[in-house]
């Protein structure tokens, strides 16, 4: 067991260094001069040696490497121009809006899947199982902006009933939330459908109603668990998507996240928080998804062997 | 083409339409007529006109050509360095494919759309900057089915004896292996058209497209801030994506089960 996360963390090892480097690389893609396109048209020339002095930029790039790891080993990744703040502590801060956010999708969705992929499997083959079929396929293809243009113009304008845009109210976060949970959900249902199939032909599920079970509770408590392992992964690799900052859903929504903050960092041409802002996601992605391996690992003792 | 319904009919439609978007546009989709400006669809105009009082319908054609455009060329280009990459690393093997795969680890590491965000958002908005960034991610997906399928195949008794006849091994990867997996990787080429077309959008929703240039996903941004006013402005561009992605993974699912029988 022990041995498991520790093969798997190191193993990630390399990935991460591999994030690392390509991230300090982007900022050398800028076409001409970063440092003159970060100051505007009315920067001096004395300025932009400054500036260029601060970033590191008038080192040769061996330099400017072993500098940034050094930073990074000791917890910065950089200082935003625009907040004039260090990048990490921005990041974190909008981190618990992502995280709130996502953890709130994921409940929506998983409360949405779960009776509808149960219901939908113990129908199979009836019309209610090709509605549901229907409405998970829709939901897997429609982009997630057209998604929220379809809930603002139904709650926000036609029923007048919800906040747009902001995390003022603590009703802001239900268009948002909807709108990844109905991506999200479509996807988990079909799983789940598939899953609960081969448990209701399980001999079990027949044993358990002739023991007088309840058909709900046969249904919800004894098969569901059945299909839960599965479940869980898809479920663990969708949350580090959603953690990892729902960029085009928090910039409509103006949710004050870290998807957000990315966004933002490029309008104001901000490299340094670009970056850092990149790094921190595609870490979070690479933490949540070791995670749920783990997981996976512990709740499922017959991978064990394969893994 | 029986067999592939009216979906591909339908998608031939609109390729057709974007191919010939400026014959087939009733206005000309970059005018501003400021006096028109949020006017509601008409029979002139039968999607309305947008903030600058230019033609919604238009410009949803030209913005279909864009996507088009954008859609197969990523693609192309991502599916033929893939196919190189993927199949050279799975054939040859060793260090070459050790290396490679880290490569392709690392870019895994990027959640969706974000490494494509960072590209496009350090090299300025513009096309060609739009179809940099999706190609840089684009091509994992392909080079590593393209290598799972190598690797298997060249264990196959056919390839091994092509090997001891002394063949070239580029020989035998291009000539007795590639051919084996078109057919899936058409399918995968399919849907990928699909994932190009709403990655664009995204990108363009964000503002990293070129101004000048009508994206549906443009359209939609701009649209989204006066939705209030003029809901048209956002329903007609959202539409047509949302139409052509399910057309593209219609025409995927529908080949895919064609090959598999």
Known sequence: MRRFILNRTLLAVPTILGVVTLVFFLIHMVPGDPVALMLGDYATKQEITQMRHELNLDKPITDQYLLYMDNLFHGSIGMSLYYQKPVLTIVLHRFVYTFVLALFAMILALLIAIPLGVWSAYKQGTWVDKIIAGISILGISLPNFWIAVILILIFSIKLNLLPVAGAQSPFSILLPGLTLAIGMSAITIRMIRANMITALRHESFTANLAKGISMRRTLFVHALKATLIPVITLVGMQFGLLLSGAIITETVFSWPGMGRLLVESVMTRDYPLLSGTVLVIALVYVTVNLITDVLYYVVEPRMRKTL | ?261
């Open chain 2, 1 to 261: 083409m029986k067999r592939m319904g009216a979906g591909m009919l339908l998608l031939l439609v609109l390729i057709g339409a974007g191919i010939f978007a400026p014959v087939l546009s009733p206005h000309n989709p970059y005018r501003q007529v400021l006096s028109l400006s949020f006017h509601e669809p008409s029979v002139s105009s039968p999607m309305g006109r947008d903030a600058l009082g230019r033609d919604i319908l238009s410009r949803v054609l030209y913005g279909i050509r864009t996507s088009m455009l954008i859609g197969f060329t990523v693609v192309i280009i991502s599916l033929a360095a893939g196919v190189m990459i993927g199949g050279t690393a799975g054939y040859i093997g060793g260090f070459t494919d050790t290396a490679f795969s880290r490569i392709i680890d690392i870019l895994m590491a990027f959640p969706g759309l974000l490494l494509s965000i960072g590209i496009a958002g350090i090299m300025g908005p513009s096309t060609l900057n739009i179809i940099i960034a999706l190609c840089a991610v684009g091509w994992v997906g392909y080079a590593r089915y393209t290598r799972a399928m190598v690797m298997s195949i060249k264990q196959r008794d056919y390839i091994l004896s092509a090997k001891a006849a002394g063949k070239n091994r580029f020989a035998i990867l291009f000539a007795d292996i590639l051919p084996n997996i078109v057919e899936p990787l058409i399918v995968e080429a399919s849907f990928g058209i699909g994932i190009a077309i709403v990655s664009e959008a995204s990108l363009a929703f964000l503002g990293l497209s070129s101004p000048s240039t009508p994206s549906l996903g443009r359209m939609l941004s701009e649209a989204i801030s006066v939705i209030n006013v003029s809901p048209w402005m956002a329903l007609f561009p959202g539409l047509t994506l949302t139409i052509i992605v399910l057309l593209f993974n219609d025409v995927g699912e529908r080949l895919r089960k064609i090959y598999e029988r």
